[in-house]
């Protein structure tokens, strides 16, 4: 069992360039999401999903885009990248929306310049 | 929408001390999850508490849930250097779309540091 699978582990990306962050899980786990961790902000929820071709916006949506067509995937698209999206992204999953333990990835460190 | 505050921010204790973060929540929560995250690390699930009242042990951690379900607290008994990181407390909200949709919200954590 692999659990969650993050690629890449670091980026660095030219301001206005886009890229997708990809996320795996081979749990069968209905909810994933993403987030992100800044220095003193904690996990901020990007956009989750509850299931396949289901998903909703967090708290921190803008300029980040989704989608899931599959259980399994949950990938994150940054559309035109800022140095304000220097972060450290998280996917997480669980199987079921809030009710249960919710497993983390390694991470992506993303830097953009 | 629901927010979820914990405090302190950060805490530097002498090993051997004990440490206690506290999470509070704008609304009542139907549960409460801890996580423990390293220093370079990701986020590693604790425990999840789910009764009014509520009070589990591991080994030297107590987690507390209030008696209203709207706080909840994390204590570790002497401290060791093992336990630096921080600490998050998540809880469910309803998502935008409503129904049975959620979504989970965490605090931002109180960073832990251990002086050997």
């Known amino acids: 069992n692999a659990g969650v699978t993050q690629t890449p582990k670091f980026q660095v990306l030219k301001t206005g360039q886009s890229m997708t962050l990809q996320c795996a899980q081979d749990m069968n786990h209905e909810y994933m999401s993403w987030y992100r961790q800044d220095p003193g902000m904690g996990l901020r929820l990007i956009h989750y999903?509850?299931?396949?071709?289901?998903?909703d916006q967090g708290e921190v949506p803008n300029g980040y885009n989704v989608s899931r067509s599959t259980t399994e995937d949950f990938p994150l698209r940054l559309l035109s990248a800022a140095p304000s999206q220097t972060s450290v992204y998280f996917c997480a999953s669980s199987y079921s929306w809030g009710g249960t333990e919710a497993f983390f990835g390694q991470g992506t460190r993303l830097t953009v310049v | 929408g629901q927010q979820v505050m914990q405090i302190p921010q950060y805490q530097h204790v002498q090993e051997g001390e004990d440490f206690t973060t506290y999470c509070n929540s704008s609304?009542?929560?139907?549960?409460i999850q801890w996580y423990k995250q390293r220093p370079g690390g990701h986020p590693v699930f604790l425990i999840q508490?789910?009764?009014?009242?509520e009070v589990k042990k591991q080994k030297r951690l107590t987690f507390q849930f209030g008696e209203a379900k709207k706080n909840s607290s994390l204590h570790i008994t002497a401290t060791q250097t093992t336990d630096v990181g921080t600490y998050f407390c998540a809880g469910p909200a309803r998502g935008s779309s409503g129904g049975s949709n959620y979504k989970l919200t965490f605090g931002k954590g109180t960073l832990l540091t251990v002086n050997p």
């Open positions: 999903s509850v299931g396949a071709g289901i998903t």
């Open positions: 508490l789910v009764k009014s009242g």
């Open positions: 609304t009542t929560l139907s549960n």
